[in-house]
């Protein structure tokens, strides 16, 4: 597969309301596509790093310009085009996982479309539908929290995920669990914003029998959570801290987390999620793909993930509406059975519309091969 160029392309997305979290509230998305241009199709990658390094220590300035001075450049050097070979090309470089998985699921896409492969089936899935979670940011009012689930149970979602903080976690937890009773699928999320010290406020949440608490501590914090797995009966489940199949491995043997959330630009691409996936799967931890408000390319993506076996938990793969009023592919549209279809078409089965590409492309950059 010979490359012909590769196009770095920003677009802004606005959010349908401001999503709130413990490291700051999103009004809008600042995202970074990378499209990659053969004679015989074009991939797709979304970069999912966001304005500023909140999240994690990428930002998408930073993942342009990596992209730009050292991923792309890498790439250009080698003529072996396999995914494993993308993936070699780029090792030398360090970090910048979001950055790479985007260059990585572009060259990717090309192939399998140029194949007729669709993502799905070169991941692996077996599932044709995955059921989907939403996430819910920190509301202004327990009232205010309660209108907004109970919006999206009547959409059909088939389990909530609060985002919680210091000051913002065992009322909001409580009114949740008792206005929607003990089936409801609930767990929280506090994004890094506790520490051990907590512990014992934090066991509060025992009582509302929560699927798990997500990144309860630092992201760099292994030790710290497995002590606190031992003090607390809600399952530990690790998000920013999980950037490898090896940080996985060593979470697992240290008894820090019992759920990884998995992420594919946050381990560097989808191979390396399903090497995560498998190496839990073989430990009998239980996996569910993350999101980080992609549109409908990432999305794509990230619904063929989730079909995996292991995915036994519903993921933050929701309909595109739960962001955006217009997304840059059709959307996806959550099901009566609180499910969204896997793409089935080559690649990643979408491709942007492109009037509504053209409509929010803030810039783009020609890198010729
Ligand atoms: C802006 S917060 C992005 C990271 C966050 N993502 C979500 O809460 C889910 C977002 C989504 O539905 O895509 C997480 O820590 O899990
Ligand atoms: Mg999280």
């Given amino acids: 597969m010979k490359i012909t160029g590769i196009e770095l392309r920003r677009i802004a997305m606005p959010l349908v309301t401001p999503f709130r979290t413990s490291f700051g509230t999103e009004t809008a998305r600042d995202v970074l596509l990378v499209r990659v241009a053969t004679p015989d199709a074009e991939g797709w ?16 300035d930073g ?5 730009r001075r050292f991923l792309i450049p890498a790439l250009a050097e080698t003529t072996d085009r396999s995914p494993y070979a993308v993936n070699r090309a780029m090792e030398p470089i360090k970090g910048h996982r979001m950055a790479k998985a985007a260059l990585e699921t572009a060259v990717l896409d090309a192939r399998l479309r140029a194949n007729g492969e669709s993502f799905a089936s070169f991941l692996g899935a077996t599932r044709d539908r995955v059921p989907c979670g939403v996430s819910i940011g ?19 979602y088939v389990r909530v995920k609060l985002k919680i903080e210091p000051g913002w976690d065992v009322e909001p937890v409580a009114a949740v669990r008792e206005r929607f009773g003990d089936d409801l699928m609930l767990q929280v999320d506090a994004n890094a914003a506790y520490t051990l010290a907590d512990a014992r406020h934090l066991a509060r949440l025992d009582a509302f029998d929560l699927l798990l608490i997500e990144q309860p501590l630092a992201e760099d914090d292994l030790v710290q959570h497995a002590e606190l797995a031992r003090r607390i009966t809600t399952p530990v489940c690790l998000d920013e801290s999980i950037v490898s199949a090896s940080h996985a491995a060593a979470a697992i043997s240290l008894g820090a987390c019992s759920v990884i959330n998995i992420k594919p630009g946050r381990v560097g691409g989808y191979l390396e999620a399903r090497r995560i996936h498998d190496l839990c799967r073989a430990h009998g931890i239980a996996v569910w793909c993350g999101g980080m408000l992609e549109t409908g ?3 794509a993506a990230n619904v063929a993930l989730a079909a995996l076996p292991g995915f036994t938990l519903p993921g933050d793969t929701s309909a595109s509406r739960r962001y955006f009023a217009t997304d840059v592919t059709e959307p996806f549209v959550l099901g009566d059975d609180g499910c969204l279809a896997v793409p089935t078409g080559p690649g990643l089965g ?6 509504i590409l053209k409509e929010v492309t803030v810039s783009t950059e020609w890198i010729p091969f």
């Fill in 138 to 156: 920190i509301a202004d009012s327990i009232p205010h929290l309660l209108e907004v689930v109970q919006g999206y149970v009547d959409e059909g």
């Fill in 45 to 60: 990658g979304e970069c999912v790093a966001m304005s500023e390094p909140l999240y994690s220590p990428e930002y998408v």
């Fill in 297 to 299: 390319l990432g999305r």
């Fill in 350 to 355: 979408v491709e942007p519309v492109p009037e």
């Fill in 63 to 67: 993942a342009a310009d990596v992209l």
